[in-house]
């Protein structure tokens, strides 16, 4: 079978089962099984797949189909430009949380060797890509998960960022060594009625009942956490934005705080700056 003909019965598996993306989806599996770039797979449209090729797609698309995310199978996301290795330990990168480096970084721009924190820092997307964007800046990636660390600290060797990034184990901001410029915590917020069937970790999603069971313990837990001046930014879901304000209103009386928007219009950061 040639590539096209290939591409185009993948493509209609793929659409069959539901699969909303299934055109990018399709090229993303070829290219993973091929080892081909984008413009490879289609400079190649017209080339004989052989046997053991047309098997080893057909066994990745079988686990699509069942349900496995497409990052998950080929091991990697885009996140901010760059190419992030991803597995069943750490929440697949959304382009949703992009927003809250953008912040971070307008906020960094003004600042001389800024020390920041990534509270939840998963396949490390956010650290690895402040510490990228930012080479002065002194970063702290904190995770309660083991394997999590393990995925930020090759992501951030891959980029050439580790000796930027300090990787701590612990709960929320408790294993800061000191008061940061800039805390970003991308903790979990989905209510746990709304996590079970997901193929990513519980650890990474559940917020308890209304969600917000981890944000609410990182606000209580700032005091000192933050230098002068210094800045919180969340990323919260769709509905929890005025609860969120109200969480750090409560923790930093003097603070301004505000709402950032997603593409979709709707209310994705909360950010607080201390007086
Ligand atoms: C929603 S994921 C975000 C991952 C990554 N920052 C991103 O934006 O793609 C949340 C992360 O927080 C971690 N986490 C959950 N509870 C935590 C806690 N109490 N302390 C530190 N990290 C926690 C999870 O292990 C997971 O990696």
């Not at 002194?138 to 300090?166: C, K, W, Y």
């Not at 805390?183 to 650890?203: M, T």
């Amino acid at each position: 079978m040639k590539i096209k003909d290939v591409l185009g019965a993948v493509r209609g598996r793929l659409d069959s089962a539901g699969i909303e993306e299934a055109w990018l989806e399709a090229e993303l599996l070829l290219r993973h099984a091929l080892c081909l770039g984008s413009v490879g797979l289609f400079l190649e449209h017209d080339e004989e797949l052989g046997p053991s090729q047309v098997k080893l797609i057909s066994l990745l698309v079988d686990r699509r189909v069942s349900g496995e995310p497409v990052a998950y199978i080929t091991g990697k996301r885009e996140f901010y430009g760059r190419e992030f290795h991803v597995n069943p330990h750490v929440l697949i990168p959304r382009p949703e949380t992009e927003h809250l480096v953008e912040k971070a970084l307008e906020i960094v721009s003004l600042i001389k060797y800024p020390v920041v924190a990534d509270i939840g820092t998963g396949s490390g997307a956010i650290a690895v890509s402040l510490a990228a964007e930012v080479p002065d800046a002194r970063v702290f990636a904190v995770d309660i998960s083991d394997p999590a660390i393990d995925t930020a600290r090759l992501n951030a060797r891959r980029q050439g960022v580790e000796s930027s990034i300090t990787f701590l184990y612990g709960d929320l901001a408790e294993p800061l060594p000191g008061p940061v410029d800039v805390l970003i915590a991308n903790l979990p917020y989905v209510n746990s009625a709304d996590c079970v069937a997901s193929p990513e970790p519980q650890l990474a999603l559940d917020g308890g009942i209304g969600g917000l069971d981890a944000i609410e313990r990182l606000c209580n837990s700032l005091e000192g956490k933050l230098r002068l001046g210094g800045w919180v930014l969340l990323e919260i879901g769709q509905g929890q934005a005025e609860t969120v304000q109200r969480l750090l209103r409560e923790a930093l009386p003097d603070a301004r705080v505000g709402t950032i928007k997603d593409l979709a219009g709707i209310d994705r950061v909360v950010w607080g700056q201390t007086g």
